[in-house]
């Protein structure tokens, strides 16, 4: 089914809007209903805390009362609501890729995999099961059409800004996507939802924990995840940049690139971790000056603003969410991009997204590989 966005804020149409409770995505329902979409609420149950062990916390779109929230406002406003529970895709995907990646020394970013390969494929599955032309969230960013493609850019409010997750979204889920938040700063919509009679909403603390790991153990995670791992992983060597074993460790997959509290103190000549080797159980220490490298590759890439990127192409490249980003050239190799930081960069994490950007746009994104 193809859908075109042309004229979209002019022509309204039917949108499943993915609400969490959160107010982010309540506004974001609010506005497009009032603006004369027919909007049918949607709400993702990705995790079932009851069963999981750990924390009992409940946070973010999971929660039961998110749940209810959600429903509430569909209720208030008068459109349909319904509840999709994708646990089982979730699960296997996802938490598995977690696992997994934590197991291969590197450090992941479930946020992103779920936008790609879970809540949007959802999505525009319901979406297309009824009838929606669009489907909309309550990410801060931005999309529009340009020399026949979609591209996405940040949210005007830069702090909030929400880009950097969305890199691995395909042409058709973007032309079918509206983002109502990128438009505003995080007060406007504070305010918005106070006026709208929404104002414990408005005081609803924002959750940033990963959402099937609230209590952010993810070494708990981990242990409960997989069966002995704990025996299997502990007695691991420290060892410093020098290759010298300086001390013993809990074992190398709970440990993270630029992680400080290491349970043990080395003085400052050993003070962070700079790199993992799982082959060997060994966690490199060094100081915080080692941290900082000048190139890495991306790999896993998808191009959003052109459907390819010249070699030598001058970015804007981001290493981590709240990364501000550092001026790159980027080398083109085949299924991968070799990026050379004109600034030394701290903390790049085998397994995190790396998100180029040109301006405001984002050109489009990888995986950071091991070095």
């Known amino acids: 089914m193809a859908y075109h966005k042309a004229d979209k804020m002019d022509k309204k149409g039917k949108v499943l809007v993915a609400m969490s409770g959160g107010i982010d995505s309540t ?43 959600a429903r509430q406002l569909a209720v208030d406003c008068g459109f349909p609501h319904i509840i999709l529970d994708i646990r089982n895709e979730f699960g296997d ?24 390969h879970i809540k949007w494929e959802a999505l525009l599955k319901r979406a297309d099961q009824l009838g929606c032309e669009y489907i909309a969230t309550g990410h801060y ?3 529009r059409e340009e020399n026949g493609r979609y591209v996405v850019s940040k ?21 079918r996507t509206i983002f109502p938040m990128g438009q505003y700063h995080k007060d406007d919509i504070k305010q918005m939802a106070i006026d709208r009679g929404y104002e414990e909403l408005a005081k609803k603390p924002e959750s940033y924990e990963i959402c099937f790991i609230p209590d952010n ?3 708990g995670f981990l242990k409960r995840k997989v069966e002995g791992l704990e025996e299997q992983v502990k007695g691991g060597n ?35 971790v700079i790199e993992i080797k799982p082959e060997t159980n060994e966690v490199v220490v060094g100081t915080k000056e080692d941290l900082n490298k000048q190139e890495m ?13 010249p070699d030598n192409f001058e970015s804007l490249t981001k290493v981590r969410y709240k990364h501000q980003g550092e001026q790159s050239t980027l080398s083109i190799m085949d299924e991968e991009i070799k990026v050379l930081f004109h600034k030394k960069v701290e903390g790049i994490a085998p397994g995190q997204s790396a998100v180029f950007y040109e301006g405001k746009d984002v050109l489009g994104g990888g995986f950071i590989a091991k070095q």
Request: hydrophobic share 30%; glycine share 10%; charged share 20%.
């Open 27 to 69: 506004v974001t329902a609010l506005l497009l209903h009032e603006q004369g979409y027919e909007v049918v609420g949607i709400t993702m149950k990705t995790w079932d805390y009851v069963n999981s062990g750990g924390s009992n916390k409940e946070t973010g779109c999971c929660s039961l009362d998110s749940i209810n929230d």
């Open 93 to 116: 995907y996802i938490i598995d890729n977690f696992v997994d990646e934590y197991i291969a020394g590197r450090t992941p970013n479930p946020c992103v995999l779920c936008n790609t």
């Open 141 to 143: 960013a931005q999309v």
């Open 155 to 175: 949210g005007i409010d830069e702090w909030k800004d929400q880009s950097y997750v969305l890199w691995g979204l395909s042409q058709e889920c973007l032309s």
């Open 217 to 219: 153990d993810y070494r």
């Open 238 to 272: 420290f060892i410093n940049t020098k290759g010298e074993v300086i001390g013993t460790h809990d074992g190398y997959p709970f440990y993270t690139i630029g992680q400080r509290k290491l349970g043990v103190s080395f003085g400052l000549e050993a003070s962070y």
């Open 297 to 309: 590759v991306v790999k896993g890439l998808n191009y959003i603003k052109y459907d390819s990127i």
